[in-house]
C-alpha cells in the first residue's frame, strides 16, 4: 500500500520518455529495397532506368524504375510513401540476381547519412537466389596428384570423340562457346571440371608484320581469332541480352528434350482470301476505319477450333501428367529487335474475327515495344508461328514448353493442280503449306493428323466459322 502511494505521487515521464516506451523500436529506419521478380520464372534481370534520383521523395503508385526482364521493360511501382536514400545498381547494370539490394529507401524525414554504410552490407552479402544456387559438390573434388610435364594426358576408349566432363563444365562451355576438346582436364583422371572451363583462355594467333595493332586495354578477347582486312575486325561480337540469352537456353532444353515428331499438309487457301477481301471491303465502303483483317486472324481461329475438335492437342507435358486444356490461348509468335516473344490471345475460340485482328496487333505493337505484361505472354495452350510474309513455302518450329504442339506457316503461293473431275483439265489453287510440330509424350501421331485434317477443313470451308 505505501509502495503505490508513493509511485502515485511521481510526475508524469516526459513526451519523449513515454514515447520511448511504448514504442521502443525507433520509427523509422532506412530499408533495402532489392530486386525484385516480375515472373515466377525470372532469376535476373536488368536496370533499363530509374526513374527517381538520390534524395527524391515518392508517393504509393509511383513509378520507382523500369526492370528489364527476359522478355520485356517493365516498370515498377512503389508500394508506400518513401525517399530514394541510395541507388546501387545504376542504369544499364545487367544480370542483376532477384532478391539483390539495388537501392536504399527511407520515409520522409529520415536521417539518410547511413545509406552509404547500408548499400556497402548489401554489397558484401550474396543474394538469396545465390544461395540457392550453389554448385554441386561433384566439382569440389580434390586436386588430383601433381603430374610431370612430359606425361601424356588420359585417353578414353569411347569411340574416339567423347569427352569427359562433369555435367557443369558441359553446361558452362556450352552457355560461353568453349570447345570442350580444347581444354585439358583437372579432375580426377583427367575430367573436365568447372574450374578448368572458367580458366580456359583461348589461344591468341600468330603475330605478323601485317598484323593490327593489339586491342585496347579492357577489350574482351574474342572465341576465335578474327582476319582483318584494311586494318578491321571481320566480325563482331555482340554482348546478349537477357532475352536473348534466355530463347537460347530454352529452345536448346525444348530442342533437345522433347520428342518431335512432324506433319506436313497443303491447304487450298482460295475461299480465305476471297472472304477476307469481301470483308475488308465492306468495312473500307461503311466508312469505318477498322483494323483490316489479315490472313494470319483466319488461321488463329482456325487453330482453335480445331483445337475444340481434337482436345487431346490443346494439351501440356506435366512431367507426371498430361494436361488437356478446356480453352485455346493461342500463342502467337511476334518477332521483335530483341528476339522472338509469343503474346497470347486468350479464348481464341468464343472470338470474333475482328477481335482477334484487333487483339492481335494491338499486342503485337506491345512486344515490339518491350511493354508486355507477363500475363500476356506467360502461358498459353498452342502456338502459331508464321513466317509466310518472309516468303518462307514451309518450315518446322520448335515446341515451346509445356505445351505440345506449335504451328509453322508458310506463305500462299498460286499452284497449278488438277480440277475436279466434271471440270476436267488443271486450274490455279492458292496453295499454302502448314507443318505441325507435337510433342510424341501428349500427342500421339494419329491425333496429330486428326487435328491437321479439322485444321485444313475449316480453312478450306472459313464460312463455317461464322456458324
Not at 93 to 108: S, W, Y
Not at 200 to 222: I, L, N, V
Amino acid at each position: 500500500m505505501l509502495l503505490r502511494q508513493l509511485v502515485s505521487r511521481l510526475p508524469p515521464p516526459p513526451p519523449l520518455l513515454r514515447r520511448h516506451l511504448t514504442h521502443s523500436a525507433p520509427r523509422h529506419a532506412l530499408t533495402k529495397f532489392l530486386m525484385p521478380a516480375m515472373s515466377p520464372t525470372m532469376t535476373e534481370g536488368g536496370i533499363a532506368s530509374w526513374k527517381k534520383a538520390e534524395g527524391d521523395s515518392f508517393a504509393a503508385g509511383d513509378v520507382l524504375l523500369e526492370i528489364e526482364t527476359d522478355k520485356a521493360t517493365m516498370d515498377v511501382e512503389a508500394q508506400d510513401d518513401g525517399v530514394m536514400a541510395k541507388i546501387i545498381a545504376q542504369d544499364g547494370a545487367k544480370n542483376v540476381q532477384v532478391g539483390t539490394p539495388i537501392a536504399i529507401m527511407g520515409e520522409p524525414g529520415d536521417d539518410l547519412s547511413g545509406a552509404d554504410k547500408l548499400a556497402a552490407e548489401g554489397a558484401d552479402a550474396p543474394p538469396p537466389a545465390a544461395a540457392a544456387k550453389e554448385e554441386p559438390k561433384e566439382d569440389k573434388a580434390p586436386e588430383p596428384a601433381p603430374k610431370k610435364e612430359e606425361s601424356a594426358p588420359v585417353e578414353f576408349p569411347s569411340g574416339g570423340d567423347h569427352i569427359f566432363a562433369s555435367p557443369i563444365a558441359k553446361r558452362l562451355a556450352l552457355e560461353r562457346g568453349i570447345p570442350l576438346a580444347q581444354i585439358k582436364g583437372s579432375g580426377p583422371a583427367g575430367r573436365i571440371v568447372k574450374a578448368d572451363v572458367e580458366a580456359y583462355k583461348p589461344a591468341a594467333p600468330a603475330a605478323s608484320p601485317a598484323a593490327p595493332a593489339p586491342a585496347a586495354a579492357g577489350a574482351k578477347p574474342a572465341a576465335a581469332p578474327a582476319a582483318a582486312v584494311g586494318g578491321e575486325a571481320e566480325y563482331t561480337d555482340i554482348p546478349l541480352t537477357n532475352m536473348r540469352r534466355t530463347i537460347g537456353k530454352r529452345l536448346l532444353e525444348a530442342k533437345t528434350t522433347v520428342p518431335h515428331y512432324y506433319l506436313t499438309l497443303s491447304v487450298d487457301m482460295g475461299k480465305v482470301l476471297a472472304l477476307r477481301e469481301v470483308f475488308n471491303s465492306a468495312a473500307a465502303a461503311g466508312g469505318e476505319k477498322p483494323s483490316k483483317l489479315s490472313v494470319n486472324d483466319f488461321i488463329v481461329k482456325a487453330c482453335a477450333l480445331a483445337l475444340g475438335e481434337v482436345p487431346e492437342a490443346n494439351s501440356a507435358w506435366m512431367g507426371e501428367s498430361i494436361r488437356l486444356y478446356k480453352k485455346a490461348d493461342i500463342s502467337v509468335a511476334v518477332a521483335t529487335p530483341n528476339g522472338l516473344i509469343t503474346p497470347i490471345i486468350k479464348d481464341v475460340g468464343a472470338k470474333g474475327l475482328a477481335t482477334i485482328s484487333a487483339e492481335t496487333k494491338a499486342l503485337a505493337k506491345k512486344a515490339r515495344d518491350g511493354k508486355l505484361q507477363p500475363q500476356e505472354y506467360q502461358g498459353g495452350t498452342f502456338t502459331i508461328s508464321n513466317l509466310g510474309m518472309y516468303g518462307i513455302d514451309v518450315f518446322s518450329a520448335i515446341i515451346n514448353p509445356p505445351q505440345s504442339c506449335i504451328l509453322a506457316v508458310g506463305s500462299t503461293v498460286p499452284t497449278i493442280v488438277p480440277a475436279p473431275e466434271e471440270e476436267k483439265g488443271w486450274k490455279t489453287a492458292q496453295l499454302m503449306q502448314v507443318t505441325l510440330s507435337a510433342d510424341h509424350r501428349s500427342v500421339d501421331g494419329a491425333v496429330g493428323a486428326r487435328w491437321m485434317a479439322a485444321l485444313k477443313r475449316y480453312l478450306e470451308n472459313p464460312l463455317t466459322f461464322m456458324l
